[in-house]
T-cell receptor
Framework: DVKVTQSSRYLVKRTGEKVFLECVQD?????MFWYRQDPGLGLRLIYF???????EKGDIPEGYSVSREKKERFSLILESASTNQTSMYLC????????????FGSGTRLTVV | DQQVKQNSPSLSVQEGRISILNCDYT??????FLWYKKYPAEGPTFLIS?????DKNEDGRFTVFLNKSAKHLSLHIVPSQPGDSAVYFC????????????FGTGTRLQVTL
């Protein structure tokens, strides 16, 4: 069963901490994405990557960075966590022109206190 | 600027009736549209899609209609079932941008007995 795996379902971090969210896919997809989901705002794109070592800013990249050293793994980094980064984070992967769009992970609920 | 909008945050429908979820977009360059369904504590899953060369696509109980002149799409679910209760996101993309999706804000559908 093909899937996208996010390493943590729930995380609680303190303000100012450096936070790593990990995502691994086993479908050999070229594209990987990080979104955050907030009530009333839907899914907003943080960063995406079309290939290993490549990254592109999405709509809300401020306060985040990413790393893609291997094709199957895409990490989201919160350099210095803040309370306004409390959110549901969703990782997804896709083929370049996949008709079904994305395959999503189950999400990581991050709370910054 | 929200390029994809779902103006109804929630919708309640009786079991067996039709559910109609609406989505509007502002960018006429979008040419591929998708609907995703999301249960709590799970990632969104692909439901149905439509290319801009079509105005209708059906898959079982689900039909998506596209009105390009109005920049409007809708998802019809007939008949609605309790298991359809979820948050529904519409999404849009430009062909040739490696399937980067722009999502709407979501509509929570509640199917009542």
């Amino acid at each position: 069963d093909v899937k996208v795996t996010q390493s943590s379902r729930y995380l609680v971090k303190r303000t100012g901490e450096k936070v790593f969210l990990e995502c691994v896919q086993d479908m050999d997809h070229e594209n990987m994405f990080w979104y955050r989901q907030d009530p009333g705002l839907g899914l907003r794109l943080i960063y995406f990557s079309y290939d290993v070592k490549m990254k592109e800013k999405g709509d809300i990249p401020e306060g985040y960075s990413v790393s893609r050293e291997k094709k199957e793994r895409f990490s989201l980094i919160l350099e210095s966590a803040s309370t306004n980064q409390t959110s549901m984070y969703l990782c997804a992967s896709s083929l370049p022109q996949g008709p079904h769009g994305y395959t999503f992970g189950s999400g990581t609920r991050l709370t910054v206190v | 600027d929200q390029q994809v909008k779902q103006n109804s945050p929630s919708l309640s429908v009786q079991e067996g009736r039709i559910s109609i979820l609406n989505c509007d977009y502002t960018n006429s360059m979008f040419d591929y549209f998708l609907w995703y369904k999301k249960y709590p504590a799970e990632g969104p899953t692909f439901l149905i899609s439509i290319s801009s060369i079509k105005d209708k696509n059906e898959d079982g109980r689900f039909t998506v209609f596209l009105n390009k002149s109005a920049k409007h799409l809708s998802l019809h679910i007939v008949p609605s079932q309790p298991g359809d209760s979820a948050v529904y996101f519409c999404a849009a993309s430009f062909t040739g941008t490696a399937s980067k999706l722009t999502f709407g804000t979501g509509t929570r559908l509640q199917v009542t007995l």
